[in-house]
């Protein structure tokens, strides 16, 4: 009876939750938004019986960073240990909505539970972030209770025995998550994970009224801005190349889903003309800005250096990058009235992102990882991450134009977007949902994902002193990867 009781009380104060949320106030320049994610910030807003410690990626060694609240660096520490229970510790990447909503919800969640969230965030690559959650896996550590994982990362996870199945306590209203972003959280038939964000690319252009190149060609041609640096984000953009040039050629999907076979045909008549188009795209990206335009070179960029980049561009730029990005460049000044965003240019596939929830199958606290999982994934949290976040919500009901009212959260006036252009957002997002494709599901894409960037580096270095690899070369080490086993180019 006590216990029933007890799961009724957490459910009342779980839809409590729900209806006050509240967070962080969104307003800050744009300069100290990418400067806090840049410094590796690790927060801990408390260390008391249920915690989370966010745990992600050093990009030089991993050493836990520990603060007492939001702002400040308590201490340096290892990592957590597994004796008494401090609270529930989860794997994450930095936050990198406008007004942290991410950490407004965990906020949220000490306010309610009665005990306390630790948010540790140590990084921003998802490389890194994967290794060291692996590592503690294949460790079968009892360090992380709850995952964030890329989507590719859930088959990886489940395939080894690390995660728990998803129970239907964990998991608010199934029916209201997108099929994409649900069918990530699933390997062989079985829920591993919740979605809780999903992502599709979009294409920046800066200048009030300008035209959005209107086919791949255009765009290629147009010098567009990718994320071409060693780490997932050269796989997101090679890939949408590769696709949209196979689908040009009317020929079978490679490379997508379950589709993990690659043929010569495919590396000679896709692969290769579509990362020569990823080639072409950066070698007129650096013509113009050898004529004034970008300064920044895409192979030393990722996702916010290429928005910086793009704030300080002349009219014109094309960028290509997520949809968080259309908050944060409407909070910036300098270029808030002075850009379009669109889906990709036709045939306008591009890859699916996004991150999922897990429990760890390690866990002492399942049942507490669980809740939270239901927290963080439901409709009311899922809502709040995409109009005041700017995250694309993995739920129907949660893709609305309604403006950030979120207590504590609220934006000022001339960083909300006008109900035109919120509009008009929604409409492309939705768009370039349709037409986004998982990256190739199988436990060993970290090795894939690995070769495969080698494998792109190879042609867009290539030239009369290092050929391009040949087609039976790249089929041999992507099909290698695939099967876990070492490839190179």
Known sequence: MLGRARQGDRRRGRRAVHRRIGGHRGRRGRQDHLQRHREHAVMTISRRTLAVAVASLVAVAPTWLVMDRVAGVRSAEPGLGCGEHNGLVIGVDSDVSLGFQRRGLLKLWNQWHGSKVTLMEVGL???QQRSQLAAAAQARSCLYDVLILDTPGTAE???GGHLEPIKSTWMEDPDDFFDPPRESGKWQGKQYAVPWTTDAGLLYVKGKGKAVPGSWEALVNAG???QLVDYEGLTVNALDAVWNRNEQ??????????????TVDDARESILPGLRDLKAGLEHQRARAGAGGMAKDPRTSDELDSIEMFAQAPDGTVMRNWPFVFRSLFADPRVRDRFEVSRLPAPGLSVLGGQNLAVSAYSRHKEEAGELVYFLTGKTSEN??????GYPPTRKSALNDNPCQEQGARLEPEEQPTPERRNKFIVELK???????PRPITPHYSQFSETFRGCADAVLDSGPDAPEPSP??????????LRGEHGSC
């Open 472 to 481: 039976e070369k790249l089929a041999e080490a992507l099909n290698a990867s």
């Open 249 to 262: 050629q009317r020929r079978p999907p490679v490379l997508m889903g379950t589709d993990t076979k690659v």
């Open 224 to 226: 567009y801005a990718t």
């Open 431 to 437: 768009a370039a949902m349709e037409k986004a494709h």
């Open 384 to 389: 709040r991450l995409f109009v005041c976040g």
């Open 157 to 159: 996870f489940a395939e």
């Open 125 to 127: 690559k998802v490389d």
